[in-house]
T-cell receptor, first 113, second 118 residues
Framework: QKEVEQDPGPLSVPEGAIVSLNCTYS??????FMWYRQYSRKGPELLMY????GNKEDGRFTAQVDKSSKYISLFIRDSQPSDSATYLC?????????????FGKGTKLTVNP | DAGITQSPRHKVTETGTPVTLRCHQT?????MYWYRQDPGHGLRLIHY???????DKGEVSDGYSVSRSKTEDFLLTLESATSSQTSVYFC?????????????????FGPGTRLLVL
């Protein structure tokens, strides 16, 4: 079983839809969870950062972590064509453990006008 | 791209030739990383550095070497390029090990280098 699993999609939605992107993981030591957005032919850029369990909201984006289920989600409300990109989840262990980031393979999202 | 540049941005080379990619940062971050990104594999760590002259291997280090003689520069060398090394290479920097223990210290990526080995 891979440490981080992410459905590659592709996912295609109409403008204005609510998008749900998800990752599951197997390592219960992961404490820090991130979502990166990567536009075509660009480098990944940090979108959301969450520590431990709970929700974090930033504008139209909400990151959710459920450590009991080893499951993280990114919700995009009122999706826009400019949200079309590949979304990568990433996570790492607490300090003192193996702190390298582990990435999901990414989900490609297209928002159609 | 958080003060990170990569050069060259595109390169076409032939099998068996040496290739060096450069990552340059202006953030004075201690940690630097080289990843490759391939369809179906996502981002995979090649090598990383935790200080000048301090480097270590990542998940897919075979066929690659790195050097860091200055804080701001991290070089990735393919000693004898092979077609399997055709990929997009990303450099990342962070101010903490692994780059995950706080949002301020997480990893930031450069624009990438597209390498084609014929």
């Amino acid at each position: 079983q891979k440490e981080v699993e992410q459905d590659p999609g592709p996912l295609s939605v109409p403008e204005g839809a609510i998008v749900s992107l998800n990752c599951t993981y197997s390592n219960s030591a992961f404490q820090y969870f991130m979502w990166y957005r990567q536009y075509s032919r660009k480098g990944p850029e940090l979108l959301m950062y969450t520590y431990s369990s709970g929700n974090k909201e930033d504008g139209r984006f909400t990151a959710q972590v459920d450590k009991s289920s080893k499951y993280i989600s990114l919700f995009i409300r009122d999706s826009q064509p400019s949200d079309s990109a590949t979304y990568l989840c990433a996570m790492s262990q607490a300090q003192g453990g193996s702190e390298k980031l582990v990435f999901g393979k990414g989900t490609k999202l297209t928002v159609n006008p | 791209d958080a003060g990170i540049t990569q050069s060259p941005r595109h390169k076409v080379t032939e099998t068996g030739t040496p290739v060096t990619l450069r990552c340059h940062q202006t953030e004075n971050h201690r940690y630097m990383y080289w990843y490759r990104q391939d369809p179906g594999h996502g981002l995979r760590l090649i090598h990383y550095s935790y200080g000048v002259k301090d480097t270590d291997k990542g998940e897919v280090s075979d066929g690659y070497s790195v050097s860091r003689s200055k804080t701001e520069d991290f070089l990735l060398t393919l000693e004898s390029a092979t077609s399997s090394q055709t990929s997009v290479y990303f450099c990342a920097i962070s101010d903490s090990p692994g780059g995950g223990s706080s949002v301020r210290e997480t990893q930031y990526f450069g624009p990438g280098t597209r390498l084609l080995v014929l």
